[in-house]
Nanobody, 121 residues
Framework: QVQLVESGGGLVEPGGSLRLSCAAS????????MAWYRRAPGKERELVAL???????NYLDSVKARFTISRDNAKNTVNLQMNSLKPEDTAVYYC???????????????WGQGTQVTVSS
């Protein structure tokens, strides 16, 4: 079984920083896309950033120049460095990944359980 586990969330002041991490474990052959989504109170889930296996990245426009996504293919992890945090960044952040298992070639989408990020004013 493949699992994604997020960590690094917490409470910070506006202008502060947090680093989120997501570790994939289980019967993993390869990981194509890894991404971070978030869902703020009363709002729909939105894509924050993604990174492909060959290093291509995309960011939500409102977090460009503040957030950086990175991955370690050897460790099956993805990170999100968040700087200059704003109250509107408050949300539950979810790790997402397309993973092929050791049992098959096809990719399956997995989600983590989420980690809370709160930026106080």
């Amino acid at each position: 079984q493949v699992q994604l586990v997020e960590s690094g969330g917490g409470l910070v002041e506006p202008g502060g920083s947090l680093r989120l991490s997501c570790a994939a474990s289980g019967s993993i052959a390869s990981i194509y896309v890894m991404a971070w989504y978030r869902r703020a109170p009363g709002k729909e889930r939105e894509l924050v950033a993604l990174i492909t296996s060959d290093g291509r990245t995309n960011y939500l426009d409102s977090v460009k120049a503040r957030f950086t996504i990175s991955r370690d293919n050897a460790k099956n992890t993805v990170n999100l460095q968040m700087n200059s945090l704003k109250p509107e960044d408050t949300a539950v952040y979810y790790c997402n990944a397309d993973i092929s298992s050791s049992l098959g070639r096809s990719y399956i989408t997995y989600w983590g359980q989420g980690t809370q990020v709160t930026v106080s004013s």
